[in-house]
Nanobody
Framework: VQLVESGGGLVQAGDSLILSCAAS????????MAWFRQGPGKEREFVAV????????YYADSVKDRFTISRDNAKKMVYLEMNSLKPEDTAVYYC???????????????WGQGTQVTVSS
């Protein structure tokens, strides 16, 4: 599976942004999809995950109630809608695919190149 993220940019605190992840290659539907992020000088951290059917999602506490993950299996797309953005959300955001649901980055076999999100105060 090849993954390509898009939609990052520079926004102000309180703004919204939608990230997209386009998948290609092998069958997309069976994979659990997730978003991770890596801020300056920080470890890559889990943000949100969605199972293959799209019926189950889970979020990091830091983004719960602000971010929404979704997927369109027909289009092989995954989205991350980010609302009420904060400066601490500044990071490179990565899309990832795994055979089963996990919040650990080590469970994910496929990664995109990342898209930069910068939130100014």
């Amino acid at each position: 599976v090849q993954l390509v993220e898009s939609g990052g940019g520079l926004v102000q605190a309180g703004d919204s942004l939608i990230l997209s992840c386009a998948a290609s290659g092998r069958t997309f539907t069976p994979y659990t999809m997730a978003w991770f992020r890596q801020g300056p000088g920080k470890e890559r951290e889990f943000v949100a995950v969605i199972r293959s059917s799209g019926g189950h999602t889970y979020y990091a506490d830091s983004v719960k109630d602000r971010f929404t993950i979704s997927r369109d299996n027909a289009k092989k797309m995954v989205y991350l809608e980010m609302n009420s953005l904060k400066p601490e959300d500044t990071a490179v955001y990565y899309c990832a695919a795994a055979p089963s649901s996990s919040t650990s980055r080590y469970a994910y076999d496929y990664w995109g190149q990342g898209t930069q999100v910068t939130v100014s105060s």
